[in-house]
């Protein structure tokens, strides 16, 4: 393997490693509590795959410790169809009684809110928030025109419709607030039958919901609530679906794998750098890691890793143009193919961040290529540019194995051994070639002689 990818792997092997740690330090805590808890999270984010990952797992944690009751307080705006179905069927499917709290005051269960909201065993809300609004709406949203729109909204509606009918609430009510908007206050929800209860708090809400008997399934099992007295326990966001909710957003994805190929693009031109590399490496990592929640397209992925190396191989390639030119478009090509779900509500790469990101490498990779291809035009007797310093002397600044930094008439040059040995720091060298901006070098120390050897016959090294 290249040396030149061996620093760069072994941050990333690193990081991977400190990720998975990380991830199994987070999702192994609290496991010890008691049966019969109350478990609460809130949740006051747009509705996304992050969102259905972290309900998911606070719901089945609290149903693997015998939780009496599992608890969410919520304020959302709304979020992706697909991702508020895949919580609507989780909650459905509850093994204990789940009890969407729409809550503080000024919050709002809008657009997905209201499917999540009504499907819960219990629905409660705060004084002064509001439920509904839950009309479809494209990825960016704008309005949905022509017969798609009738289409989704069809869809949208029936869906509302028979969670509504599952719950024993207004269906009508819920079909309205997806064909027209329309959208209530808690006290009017509870004379609407939209919702079971309104509570100032989570006390008041505890205090209510104690002694309620909850139907859990079509087949009529139930649970009446003991929760006066019992323990809380909360499941909230942890730091990998904190940083998750942030970034897992395509643009942001794509412009983090840009960034990163620059710097892994910087680091090849001039390697010995190190830090470009590794915040190269770094760069990729969360790129990647915003797509995992994402609904990607294996093909996007594809593209963007040999955009990734037509660039790179660009740098060594005498000819520049073609694989550049490559890897712009595999670049454009994969941000375009990143996202793979075809629904309305998805959100794809815009135009903006495939300008922006493509720009940005492309005015990169053909300055680099400009600079190299004057730079090899250049005799090896000019005094200018970098073969000036072809023949001169100088000492080693960072220890060469085999790459490094030279000192060389008091400028720093990246540097490699010519014979793939260490040298050390504060050796004399000399300049016998370039290699771009790279120097190549051999060392000038005098070889060991008898006197250098140690009692064993052993060399004893020139420098301490």
Known sequence: MSRLFQRPLRVLALVLLMLGLGSALFSGCGSDNPAGALHVSSMAQEIGPVSANFID?????????????????????????????????????????????????????????????????????????????????????????????????????????????????????????????????????????????????LDDLIEQLHGRTVVLNPDGDSVTLDIADAPIVETNYNLAESILDVIAD???????????????????????????????????????????????????????????????????????????????????????????????????????????????????VFGLGALIAVDRRQPKWSFSGSRGIVGKEGTVHNTLSPGGTIMVEAELWSARSAAEAEIPQGAGVRVVDMEGLTAVVESTEPPPTEEDEGPEGNFRPLRS
């Open 250 to 364: 395509p643009n942001i994805a794509f412009i983090l794998t840009s960034i990163g190929s620059l710097l892994l693009l910087v680091e090849a031109f001039s390697p010995g750098l190190v830090g470009p590399g590794v915040f190269g490496v770094i760069m990729l990592i969360f790129g990647f890691f915003a797509l995992g929640p994402l609904d990607t397209n294996p093909a996007g992925i594809a593209l963007l890793v040999l955009a990734l190396i037509l660039l790179i191989a660009e740098v060594f390639v005498a000819g520049f143009g073609f694989l550049g030119i490559g890897g712009i478009i595999s670049l454009v090509l994969g941000g375009l193919l990143l996202i793979g779900d075809a629904s309305v509500d998805a959100e794809r790469v815009s135009i903006w961040a495939l300008v922006v990101g493509a720009g940005s490498v492309g005015v990169v």
């Open 57 to 201: 797992r606070a719901l089945s944690r609290a149903e693997e410790q015998n939780a009496a009751a599992w608890i969410l307080m919520m304020d959302t705006p709304g979020g992706l169809i697909s991702s508020t179905d895949d919580i609507v069927q989780r909650i459905l499917a509850a093994e204990i009684p789940v009890v969407i709290f729409v809550s503080p005051a000024g919050a709002r269960a809008a657009s997905a809110g209201t499917f999540i909201t009504m499907a819960a065993h219990v629905a409660a809300m705060a004084p002064n928030t509001q439920i509904g609004a839950a009309q479809p709406v494209a990825g960016g949203g704008e309005d949905i025109g022509g017969d798609l729109r009738d289409k989704v909204t069809n869809d949208a509606a029936a869906d509302i419709r028979g969670i509504a009918k599952h719950r024993g609430r207004n269906e009508e009510w819920a079909e309205q607030a997806v064909r027209e908007s329309a959208s209530i206050t808690g006290d009017e929800a509870v004379e609407l039958n939209v919702v079971d209860l309104t509570a100032n708090d």
